[in-house]
């Protein structure tokens, strides 16, 4: 990991995902969330903010030191223990069926491998759990995603490895997740759109 994706993307993902509407967004997705959870993509703790009350403890995969200690204080003013259970969200060290819920918030659009990401998700959450998520990807216009295949050479670069042309709601299917009610939007007009599509679910997706 280099000096630009180690030390200043943590922080300008801090920055750019707290702004206000994407916290109001942000604590739309927690709604629901119960018990012990996985969040995938903890980053610097922006969710402990929004977490609804029935929570009682988020055990998070976090590969930044960075954006770790950006968190701290955060960690410490929120209601309910958080632990740092691993680096990698495509290899969690954990038992089966261990978890309540599962968050994930703009994470996986950089984990190298979205796939085994998820299907560690399924099987780490209890039967009938479910997934809290909201990310973006791939937008529904033909003409939207010309940008988005143009621009994400760029975006790996300078984002982390951020991809702007995943499917997420096919990915979420296709890893087995049903249910919930998905929605999908732009946020932000014009040339925000190929950066800004949105997927989220507000009642989470079942194990």
Known sequence: MGWWEGQVVPRLVD???????????????????????????????????????????VDAVEPSDVAWRRSEKRRAEAGVPVERIGLDGQRIDGDDATYDSALTTFSLCTIPDPALALAEVRRLVKPGGRLFFIEHGSAPDESVRRWQRRLEPIQRRVAGGCHLTRDI?????????????LDGFYEGPGPAKPLGYLTLTRAGVVV
Do not use: H, Y
């Open 169 to 181: 709601e096919g990915l979420v299917r296709d890893a087995g997740f049903t249910g919930g009610e």
């Open 15 to 57: 920055l750019s995902c707290g702004a206000k509407p994407i916290m109001e967004l942000r604590r739309d997705v927690c709604v629901g969330l119960t018990g012990r959870v996985l969040e995938i993509g903890f980053g610097s703790g922006l969710n402990l903010g929004v977490l609804p009350g029935e929570v009682t403890q």
